[in-house]
């Protein structure tokens, strides 16, 4: 839970002045209705989400697999940008309010005055080296922090409330604000509704506490496919954070909203993107104002540990799977020097601002969210959950209205978000190209017929001859016309004993799959039929195998496409197919070097 708090609690370093900011003296309501959205809402929709992805998955492989092909693809990568831009904008922009407190403290404001960009740039250095240095380590330092940055704000919040006790007049003075911009509880509480979205920095930790279940330990009777414990587990981190966090949000809107000057939250105010801090100095002195200080500091840093566990768990989950990244994609060290490198462009593009990160910020936790309601709406609604899907649905409208004011008020912010999913389909793309020759098979399986079969085909004349086929009728006459085609174009003679390879392709959008072969006799036709993730690594995965198993390398049979080069490689890349001899013989160059080895291409016609 602390991992996941040092994103979720930590916007309470900032969370205070941008709702005072944005709402004015409504921000307490607009508050009171981001913690009753989050109570009602994101947590039994994330409860859900924990019950239906719970190795890390997160909302987007509930999408996945409402979706098949490439469409379940592509909208994963481009779900993917809004995560990206949500992560790395929560490192960027907390490392840049962490700088802005460190400024702002009496103690450090002479040494540090102008340097804000070198100081966020090495946080965001030291934050990297954490997790160079190891991620076990990283926890240890988010509990700690975490602890000690909810008992100080408790103090600080506890303080106010005091503070407010002993002068009711401040209640006065904010009920009669109100009153006068106001004329109507009705129009007050749609005042709060629509400056509400403004508020979403406060919904960011549920999709990273649903990322990061594989780090819950789990009951010993825990399996891969019902982990039981590991649920539970989830849902109560989710619980017991999203309470805190509520009691807190409403109890730091209310002071610093009643205890702090309006010009002191806007740009260039002392309470600028540090409202608790500046009440911490205010009211308690610079001593325990500069520990409140060093504790935000220390969990807004950190914060970015929340988040970059989260890319580090989801990232290696989809793109290496889909072959749009590399495999050393998925390790976890090379992710921490590209998700540096990427932080320390946007903190030089944004100079360290943490108001105009805001709009990114949010654009990215709601895109999440809102795509998380709508596959629970949706996977209820599949299963006849009736009442459920009613009650999923309506919270999908909520999300989805949110994002939709967001958007509209802050435009930036999703272009930054579509700048990153432009960057992950643009590589995704570059690399699943790259990679399309590469032998993508970890296993070929043979049914018992085929094993049968092929245990006696090992008695057969050396080399064993397949003919590759594309099934079409299947019958007795189909295999006979193939077969003397074959036979005069590659002048292969009568009396050679050959045998029928087949490829089916039942998702071209998969990357790497096992291939499955059956045996079938169709006549005087033995029919080997293999599904897999594409015909040229399929037929290359099973002619490896035979080289492995019969005295000789085998040969292959082919004829030639009548179709465009290009037209070839756009219905590989698309459909697995395309020219298929000089494809499969290219797969088997790069996985066989020698060429005395390597099962033998024949292509006539």
């Not at 009777?221 to 982990?227: F, I, K, L, N």
Request: hydrophobic share 50%; glycine share 8%; net charge negative.
């Amino acid at each position: 839970m602390c991992l996941t708090g040092v994103d979720y609690f930590s916007t309470l370093g900032y969370q205070p002045g941008i709702a005072a900011l944005a709402a004015g003296a409504l921000a307490p309501l607009a508050t009171l209705i981001l913690v009753l959205v989050t109570l009602f809402g994101a947590l039994p929709m994330y409860r859900r989400v924990a019950q239906e992805s719970p190795h890390g998955d997160g909302s987007l492989s509930m999408l996945e697999r409402l979706l098949t092909y490439w469409p379940s693809k592509l909208l994963v990568l481009s779900l993917l940008g809004f995560v990206a831009t949500g992560f790395v904008i929560t490192i960027t922009l907390s490392a840049a309010d962490a700088s802005a407190h460190m400024l702002e403290n009496p103690f450090l404001r002479s040494a540090l005055e102008g340097r804000q960009v070198v100081v966020t740039l090495a946080l965001i250095l030291a934050l990297a080296l954490v997790f160079l240095k190891g991620f076990k380590e990283a926890i240890g330092l988010a509990v700690v922090l975490v602890i000690a940055y909810l008992t100080l704000s408790a103090v600080v919040i506890g303080r106010g409330a005091l503070e407010v006790l002993t002068h009711p007049e401040t209640v006065t003075s904010w009920t009669d604000a109100i009153s006068l911009e106001y004329s109507s509880p009705l129009a007050v509480l749609v005042a709060a509704l629509v400056v509400f979205p403004r508020l979403a920095l406060g919904l960011s930790g549920f999709e990273t506490g649903v990322v990061v279940m594989p780090l819950i330990q789990g009951d010993p009777t825990d399996t891969a496919a019902r982990p039981a414990g590991r649920i539970r587990g989830a849902r109560r981190l989710l619980t017991t954070a999203a309470l805190i966090m509520s009691a807190m949000l409403i109890g730091s809107s209310l002071v610093t909203t009643l205890l702090i000057p309006a010009a002191q939250f806007e740009p260039g105010g002392e309470a600028n993107g540090r409202a608790l801090a500046y009440l911490a100095h205010e009211m308690l002195g610079d001593g325990f104002g500069t520990a409140y200080d060093a504790a935000t500091i220390g969990i807004l840093w950190f914060a970015g540990a929340s988040a970059l566990a989260g890319l580090l768990n989801i990232i290696p989950r989809y793109l290496p799977r889909y072959g749009m990244a590399p495999d050393w994609a998925r390790s976890t060290r090379p992710l921490v020097l590209v998700f540096f490198v990427i932080c320390v462009v946007v903190t030089l593009v944004f100079r360290a601002d943490v108001d105009a990160q805001a709009g990114a910020y949010a654009t990215g936790v709601l895109a999440l969210m809102t795509s998380a309601a709508i596959a629970v709406f949706l996977t209820e609604l599949r299963r006849g959950h009736r009442g459920t899907a009613a009650f999923f649905a309506v919270v999908s409208a909520i999300f989805v209205y949110t994002i939709l004011v967001t958007v509209i008020g802050d435009p930036e912010g999703l272009w930054i978000a579509l700048v990153f999913v432009a960057l992950i389909i643009t590589f995704s793309v570059v690399s699943r190209i790259s990679r399309s020759t590469e032998l993508r098979v970890p296993d070929v399986a043979f049914d018992a017929a085929a094993e049968a079969f092929l245990e006696g085909a090992a008695r057969w004349p050396q080399p064993l001859r397949i003919i590759a086929n594309k099934l079409d009728d299947g019958d007795d006459a189909e295999y006979r016309e193939k077969a003397l085609e074959v036979r005069v174009d590659n002048h292969l003679p009568d009396g050679e004993q050959a045998l029928f390879l087949e490829v089916v392709v039942p998702d071209a959008s998969e990357f790497t799959s096992t291939v499955h072969v059956t045996f079938t006799q169709i006549g005087a036709h033995p029919v080997l039929r293999a599904e897999g993730p594409s015909v040229p690594n399929a037929l290359a995965a099973v002619l490896l195998k035979l080289s492995h198993t019969m005295p000789e390398a085998p040969h292959a049979y082919f004829e030639w496409s009548e179709r465009a080069p290009a037209q070839n490689m756009l219905r590989f890349l698309l459909a697995g197919e395309g020219d298929i001899p000089p494809l499969t013989h290219e797969i088997l160059r790069r996985s066989v070097p020698d060429a005395r080895q390597r099962p033998q291409i024949h292509v006539g016609g």
